[in-house]
């Protein structure tokens, strides 16, 4: 008898468990204890009931259950049969209504013998019992398919297992769509029978997540059809809703960067535009459960439950018209078999067919496999094989002119429907000669790259976006016209203020200039300058040197190409002083080695002092400032971006060529990045197994083979030998260093060849960028710290490591203070976990690249130089507060220690700085020292002094 017939055969005892529940919202988190409580959740936002509980074993009798009010008590029949137990639950809870629930868990494999089941309250009362298809994927979080319910104020969770399965962290997310758009604009490509389609705006899409750059395929290989789960009764003004709360689920709850499908079809033949990146293009979705398989494939899913009730006609129409139109377009035929990601599937598939689900249903995939003339395959084969013609579309109008600058023209006309690309002709003349063009996606845009000064004419024509032929006529004469403003030199410069290391300015505003840049110099000749860039007519320049006059000049530039439009303001250029500058009574450059032959250092900081300084970050949040406003102090001209992906991580610590693991249930085997999952093993033969190794073979060691251990001597597993990578993969595994400690990891521990060929192994943790940060803040920054200088590190750390992935290598980075520093899952702490989250996928990027995010622990009041445009030498006063010991220190040298290290000097005499930066107290850090012997003098650099003499940072006085 499956699980499935179990669950309904009878009331047993049920075990009670001590739940510490908490309920998610939009604006915090709020505790509900197990009597029910109401909370608010947002619009569009999912409710997340935690469990915080060990479940425990079920007991013989049922202890007395939490005290519950009449109407928010579930009924308790249907409990499951004696033969399951209950391994985790959730209490009904009583939240804001809602449409569409999941289920979610941190860590822990819900397996075939084991059932995921849900209860919510709707208009009719409780419902029975539900059980939720686990969804499987090689990315994001563990969850079930979602499953609309329509409209529902409470729900219950319950994990049923025959095994010992046992999921932590179990999460209820339930999602409210909220109100949609009141107008549907329809998207139609013109194409070989292109279907209607509803574009992501039309149904209300999110595009706040981390998909704003779509990974896209190679090609196109096939097709893989799917089902969302839940209601097949929903009226057709509800399935944009339907598609708006599954997105919620798979990006708030799943963890995923977008909802999972491409496209989506409901019972009315209505299909819905999926994951963003456009609809024409191979858009790398997360609806298979294998990586290959995501990025060249499209996923089709229909809207609703599919276990006995049949697809409509109209469903199965749009389903056959789309994917036609899909595998057209691309050239790939409706049948036949390609091999992929470790899989050899049809063109057509089933997500069944990828991996092992119920997905997309009895009904829909016994005609998707069906050999006869309906049969889908057939169908869209014969649909191909049909053909169609370009569809023409009515010429734009009401072109109109809304705005200039010196080197743009902005333009507005009316939506074309059915239009997705519109292209803008562009000519100095009326009759369109000698055109320019410009191409938008939407019915406006503005035309860049002008010269100043000159009149420009306009026309636009509706252009197939994937062909790139015109699909109706370009507007006619007479054509809307606009002059951009003619170039002109800034005037009225003048400096308004001066501190240590900065001038602030102003100038009249000039009319049509969008951007400027300021030059200043230390000479009157403007000769090697500094550059300061603003998009309105006043700023501040920074990064000077104190004490030092400066001269300024400023020009307007084009804020697409950068180049300068008109000239810069010219000579006599105003001018002004830096505060402050250098005495030698305060700077201390030189010291005469005593008698004593020893000599005291006091310096400023801990580290090299580029980029964000820890302690100065926490003394800036302790002051109130956010981790955004703390990021742009240290990473001047930066913005946040997003970015999501794995990363492999470098594990030093284990320095053998195998990676040997303790064993766990759950555990999964994979022979290269994208093979076949092998689930291993708990017990073999009777004996529980203790470990797991991936080892280079003694006769070949350019191949590996697979040793597990029961009960003290290594066996081959399965006579398993290959060449190449391989990995171990769960929610978390143990990985056994030498000297029999272990350290625990997210993700996979992968055996890999530094080279193609090599005998040399090296063990890398492969894992999602989120879990990588959690092993990485909690070790760079105490947790105890304020909230948004744990965010502030949360991004650096996120940024570093994004910036640091680099596919022509094997590894991406280091687990040591050589990159930065990675200690896996044992470090992570709920004060670090929680600012990750707050930033998840945030990174720093200048250009749209990521920004080489460097920090150190104290930057001693004034950061240092890097090798970035972004990374600048500016003022850190929240550097000095009560708790940083690192600010201003002091360290006795002894003489000898210069003299062993440098034996041509003879005996030591005395040390002098020959060259500051010019940045800070004392005229800032060293650049350059002698080191004055009897024998002869040795100039070295501040880094090298720093090491030499044993110093925290490179600023310093004697």
Not at 460 to 483: F, G, M
Not at 673 to 684: A, E, K, M, R
Request: proline share 5%; charged share 20%; with cysteine.
């Amino acid at each position: 008898m499956t699980l499935r017939r179990l669950l309904f055969r009878g009331l047993v005892p049920l075990s009670v468990f001590a739940v510490l529940a908490t309920l998610m919202v939009a604006h915090g988190i709020s505790r509900a204890s197990d009597a029910q409580t109401d909370e608010q959740v947002s619009e569009g936002t999912p409710a997340v009931v935690r469990d915080r509980a060990v479940p425990v074993t079920p007991k013989a009798e049922r202890e007395p259950a939490p005290p519950r009010t009449s109407e928010d008590q579930a009924e308790e029949d249907d409990a499951p049969a004696a033969a399951d137990t209950v391994v985790a639950q959730l209490p009904p809870t009583k939240v804001a209504k809602f449409s569409l629930l999941g289920v979610t868990w941190r860590e822990g494999l819900v397996d075939a013998d084991t059932a995921v089941e849900v209860r919510w309250r709707g208009d009719d009362g409780w419902s029975d019992w539900t059980e939720l298809h686990v969804e499987p994927s090689n990315e994001g979080t563990p969850g079930t398919e979602p499953y609309w319910v329509g409209s529902a104020d409470a729900a219950a969770v319950r994990v049923l297992s025959t095994s010992d399965a046992a999921p932590r962290g179990l999460e209820l997310a339930t999602i409210d769509p909220g109100k949609m758009p009141t107008s549907a604009a329809l998207r139609t490509v013109a194409a070989v029978a292109q279907p209607t389609i509803i574009s992501r705006a039309a149904w209300g899409a999110s595009n706040s997540g981390s998909c704003d750059s779509p990974i896209y395929g190679s090609s196109l290989r096939g097709a893989v059809i799917h089902h969302t789960a839940g209601s097949n009764t929903e009226p057709a003004d509800r399935s944009a809703a339907v598609v708006k709360a599954t997105q919620a689920y798979h990006m708030n709850s799943r963890d995923w960067c977008d909802i999972a499908y491409n496209f989506l079809v409901d019972r009315y033949g209505q299909i819905f535009e999926g994951r963003r990146g456009g609809i024409d293009k191979v858009v790398r979705g997360a609806h298979s459960g294998n990586g290959s398989v995501n990025e060249q494939t499209t996923g089709i899913s229909l809207m609703g439950t599919f276990t006995t009730a049949a697809p409509t006609t109209a469903m199965k129409s749009a389903v056959v018209r789309l994917t036609a139109w899909k595998l057209a377009l691309h050239g790939v035929p409706a049948k036949g078999t390609y091999s992929l990601g470790g899989k050899t599937l049809n063109r057509i598939a089933g997500h069944r067919d990828v991996v092992s689900t119920a997905c997309p249903g009895a009904t829909v995939y016994s005609w998707l496999t069906s050999t006869s003339s309906t049969g889908l395959r057939t169908q869209v084969a014969d649909t191909i094989a049909a053909g169609g013609s370009s569809t023409t579309l009515p010429t734009p109008t009401g072109l109109a002119v809304t705005g200039r600058t010196m080197t743009s023209v902005a333009l507005d006309w009316n939506y074309v429907e059915g239009a997705e690309r519109y292209h803008v002709k562009v000519s100095t003349s009326s009759t369109m000669s000698s055109p320019v063009f410009a191409k938008f996606d939407v019915s406006k845009g503005t035309v860049t790259g002008l010269k100043p000064g000159t009149r420009y004419y306009f026309s636009v024509v509706v252009v197939d976006p994937v062909k790139n032929v015109r699909l109706s006529s370009y507007t006619a004469a007479p054509h809307p016209t606009a002059e951009t403003y003619p170039a002109a030199t800034p005037e009225n410069l003048a400096i308004s203020s001066a501190s240590t290391s900065s001038l602030s300015l102003n100038w009249d505003d000039l009319a049509g200039a969008e951007k400027y840049h300021v030059k200043v110099s230390t000479s009157s000749t403007m000769s090697s300058p500094i550059y300061g860039r603003f998009t309105a007519s006043e700023g501040t320049v920074s990064g000077l040197k104190s004490g030092t006059k400066y001269y300024a000049s400023v020009v307007a530039v084009d804020p697409v190409l950068g180049t300068r439009i008109g000239d810069y303001s010219q000579a006599p250029h105003p001018s002004a002083t830096t505060e402050g500058g250098t005495t030698s009574t305060t700077t201390r450059n030189t010291v005469t080695v005593p008698s004593t032959r020893q000599f005291t250092v006091t310096g400023h900081g801990y580290g090299h002092g580029i980029g964000m300084s820890q302690h100065g970050a926490q003394g800036a949040a302790k002051a109130g400032e956010k981790f955004a406003s703390i990021l742009s102090t240290y990473y001047p001209g930066t913005a946040l971006g997003t970015k999501t992906g794995n990363i492999r991580v470098l594990i030093t610590k284990d320095t053998t060529a195998s990676v040997m693991i303790r064993a766990r249930s759950a555990l999964t085997f994979r022979k290269g990045w994208d093979g076949t999952p092998v689930s291993l093993p708990s017990t073999i033969g009777g004996a529980a197994v203790t470990r797991w190794m991936i080892v280079p073979l003694s006769s070949d060691k350019t191949k590996s083979t697979l040793k597990y251990m029961t009960t003290g001597s290594w066996i081959t597993y399965n006579k398993m030998v290959w060449t190449g990578e391989a990995q171990f993969e769960a929610s978390a595994i143990r990985l056994i260093l030498p000297g029999g400690s272990d350290v625990k990891y997210r993700g996979a521990l992968r055996s890999a060849s530094p080279t193609a060929g090599s005998s040399d192994r090296n063990t890398l943790n492969v894992l999602p960028i989120e879990s990588y940060v959690r092993g990485v803040v909690a070790a760079e920054m105490p947790s105890s710290w304020h909230p948004e200088a744990l965010k502030a590190q949360s991004v650096a750390a996120r940024t570093y490591g994004v910036r640091s992935i680099v596919r022509s290598r094997y590894y991406d980075l280091c687990d040591t203070t050589s990159c930065q520093v990675y200690r896996g899952y044992a470090v992570e702490t709920e004060a670090t976990d929680a600012a990750i989250a707050a930033t998840r996928s945030k990174i720093l990027t200048y250009e749209g690249t990521p920004a080489f995010t460097q920090f150190s622990s104290s930057s001693g009041g004034y950061t240092a130089a890097g090798s970035q445009p972004y990374l600048k030498a500016v003022p850190d006063p929240h550097d000095d507060w009560s708790g940083n010991a690192n600010h201003l220190w002091t360290k006795t040298v002894s003489a000898s220690t210069i003299e062993k290290a440098h034996p041509s000097l003879g005996t030591l005499k005395s040390l002098t700085v020959t060259k500051r930066n010019g940045f800070g107290d004392w005229n800032g850090r060293v650049v350059s020292l002698d080191l004055v012997g009897s024998q002869k003098t040795i100039t070295i650099s501040g880094n090298t002094a720093r090491t030499l003499l044993g110093l925290k940072s490179n600023w310093f006085r004697f």
